[in-house]
């Protein structure tokens, strides 16, 4: 490992970052500052931009301005004072760092620990603050599900700092104490979470810098959710490592029933940096001018957990989750949403369940602000929001309607596909033929990924209406619906292939087998399911399946959210993303490491060739990659050059 310097294999308990830990960590919480505190809504309301760097803030055994309940400490479990305060000085040891259970076995209670929780559904984010292109200075930004987010120097791997949300100190004594029964979770799930969510981060430059260094007016603010850890979003300026921020606190109606965001589920939807023209309808909206622009995030309502035991798809489950909301990226406050109630602006009666995937929003002009929004609810409708050009208030901001129901309005009595992964949206631009949106899909029943009751499916639409959507005589919005029925089968090698001139998109269905790659037989597909969002680029749409095949392992929780132990492994496919046929000789690839599969991602690699501005194109999924000459990688016959660049300022 690069932090190490050791030769650490597969072994995640050498080296990284955990092993650069100390006995002395620099962690911040917040004290309380209200009275009448509870372990459950602890600091609510919060004020924005507190800084962290204060005594009372900063975790030590001097520092008694954290009651023991954000530790999770009930002070009537420990009759005696000595004995309270032997466990409060133990957990916050071991918060700091100290072996204080001696979890290596080796009878030495005050060396360091070097644990770290795991960061589950994740990912880090690398940030460079300057440096030279030989010695950046950088750092990398994660959380995990101990409620830790991390600043961690990625010169050396050491830790710069750590925050812990204090709703999330709890998590810390469950972790120490290894005890699973302290989960409260209905008594279901005996996985402990906490921020798990995804990351945003937004690295802005002064227009009056000259320079590449984070200083004097720049920026670097992060966002990130909770995922199953709770409802609630955080913003963190770490413009100066030394010194961070709390920004604001979105909390959801679980933490605070007075909450603008009511319809907020747990948070597993990624927080989207962009412009949008704000209030200027009056004087003619114009992009280019500062004032008329607002820094957003949209992001989806989240997910509802009742979705963990729903078995068909007329349950009712509320309409928790099931909205999309726009916040001002510097404050946190509630600009915009959509929904089904009268708290919503945007009010669609028929967006109804819980939205757990990343909303897709662009700017399909290219005049700098965004301008259409798509996102997929848990049942599979497709919706569209338009954002106008000229808006006056909350009220004009945008229209909308579903687009698309890809839930083939199964009854009561059947079990249904679940669409957890937002949707890829890319354009198809051909000469001759006018442009429209293909929206891939899949769908997987992700809080079951054991589950083989259902047929999942691979679905890419064709949407038409591209600038805008059709007009009345009225000049009022009307949105069409893609009719499913027209959807081409293009399961097998030899099916279709689909015609936009004709057919409104196709599906895959999961569980086929290609004899001519997979000797397994018929059966060894079942269950496979499509848990990962596909990247289209260069005409081609990549994207991975998960199969839970394999031996299992049942754990002691037979209820738990994620069924019993058991590994599977993953497909990799790559097909047009316009037709629908495979890329490969065969349907797909098979990946070597078991489990579910990453996100697919693409690394641009300049060649080695002297005065050449060629770069090579590397898929990766996970620390699986691909180069130019391996099968799995799509894109080696793709040249591509270097030949202008437009810089993006967030």
């Given at each position: ?26 962690v911040?919480?917040?004290a ?5 505190i ?35 400490i ?26 204080v ?28 603050y ?19 987010f991390?600043?961690?120097d ?38 402990v ?22 200083n ?25 490592t ?12 679980d ?9 907020l589920g747990?948070?597993?939807s ?10 200027c ?8 001018e ?28 509320g ?15 509630l ?67 579903e ?31 006018a ?17 083989k ?13 591209v ?17 499913t ?24 269905d999961a ?47 037979e ?10 492994r ?34 641009l ?21 691909f ?24």
């Amino acid at each position: 490992s690069f932090w190490g310097n050791i030769v650490d294999g597969s072994n995640v308990t050498e080296s990284g970052a955990a092993n650069e830990l100390g006995k002395t960590r620099t962690v911040y919480t917040l004290a309380a500052i209200t009275p009448d505190i509870t372990p459950e809504t602890p600091l609510i309301p919060r004020p924005n931009n507190l800084s962290l760097v204060t005594a009372d803030r900063l975790i030590s055994n001097a520092n008694t301005a954290i009651p023991n309940s954000f530790f999770g400490i009930d002070e009537d479990d420990y009759p005696t004072q000595p004995e309270l305060d032997a466990k409060r000085k133990e957990i916050i040891d071991g918060i700091l760092g100290v072996d204080v259970k001696d979890i290596n076995d080796n009878k030495v209670f005050d060396e360091p620990s070097r644990f770290m929780s795991d960061p589950l559904h994740s990912r880090p984010v690398v940030v460079t603050y300057g440096g030279t292109d030989a010695l950046p200075i950088s750092t990398l930004f994660s959380t995990d599900n101990g409620g830790s987010f991390r600043a961690i120097d990625t010169n050396n791997g050491k830790e710069i700092f750590a925050f812990i949300p204090p709703e999330l100190l709890k998590n810390q004594k469950i972790y120490l104490d290894n005890n699973g029964t302290d989960v409260t979770d209905d008594g279901e799930s005996k996985f402990v979470y906490g921020l798990d969510g995804p990351m945003t981060i937004w690295r802005e430059e002064s227009i009056m810098d000259d320079d590449v260094i984070i200083n004097n007016d720049d920026h670097v603010f992060a966002y990130f959710g909770m995922r199953r850890g709770g409802s609630n979003y955080y913003a963190m300026d770490v413009t100066d490592t030394d010194n961070p921020e709390l920004m604001w606190t979105i909390f959801g109606p679980d933490a605070d029933p007075t909450t603008d965001f009511s319809d907020l589920g747990q948070t597993w939807s990624e927080p989207k940096l962009h412009k949008v023209l704000w209030e200027c309808g009056g004087v003619d909206c114009d992009p280019t001018e500062p004032d008329d622009l607002r820094d957003v995030l949209f992001f989806s309502g989240g997910y509802n957990p009742e979705y963990d035991k729903a078995t068909t798809a007329a349950t009712d489950t509320g309409t928790l989750g099931a909205a999309i909301y726009m916040v001002d990226a510097k404050n946190g406050s509630l600009l915009w949403s959509a929904g089904m109630g009268g708290s919503h602006d945007l009010q669609l009666s028929g967006m109804k369940h819980s939205i757990p995937g990343d909303v897709t929003v662009a700017d399909i002009n290219g005049d700098g602000a965004a301008d259409i929004i798509f996102a997929i609810d848990i049942q599979g409708h497709v919706w569209r929001i338009d954002i106008e050009s000229e808006t006056t208030s909350r009220s004009d901001f945008a229209d909308g309607a579903e687009i698309a129901d890809l839930s083939d309005n199964l009854t009561s009595g059947d079990e249904f596909r679940r669409f957890y992964v937002g949707p890829t949206v890319s354009l198809s631009q051909k000469r001759g033929r006018a442009p429209f949106f293909v929206i891939t899909v899949g769908s997987g029943y992700m809080a079951h990924p054991l589950n083989k009751d259902i047929d999942d499916r691979l679905y890419a639409l064709f949407e038409k209406n591209v600038f805008s959507p059709l007009k009345d005589s009225s000049d009022k919005n009307i949105y069409t619906t893609i009719d499913t029925t027209k959807l081409v089968d293009m399961t097998k090698k030899d099916s279709g292939p689909a015609d936009p001139a004709t057919d409104t998109g196709f599906y895959k269905d999961a569980g086929a087998v290609d004899d001519s790659v997979d000797t397994r037989g018929e059966d060894s597909a079942d269950g496979e399911k499509f848990l990962r969002r596909a990247i289209t680029e260069q005409g081609i749409t990549v994207y991975t399946s998960y199969i839970p095949e394999g031996a299992t392992v049942p754990l002691e929780d037979e209820d738990s959210v994620c069924g019993a132990a058991q590994l599977g492994r993953s497909r990799l496919y790559a097909i047009d993303f316009v037709t629908g046929a495979s890329v490969y000789e065969g349907e797909y690839k098979d990946l070597q490491h078991p489990g579910v599969a990453s996100d697919p991602v693409t690394l641009l690699i300049p060649t080695e060739t002297p005065d050449d501005n060629s770069i090579e194109k590397i898929l990766c999924i996970g620390t699986e990659c691909f180069g130019t000459e391996d099968d799995e990688n799509p894109f080696s016959e793709v040249t591509t050059q270097i030949l202008y660049w437009r810089e993006n300022t967030q």
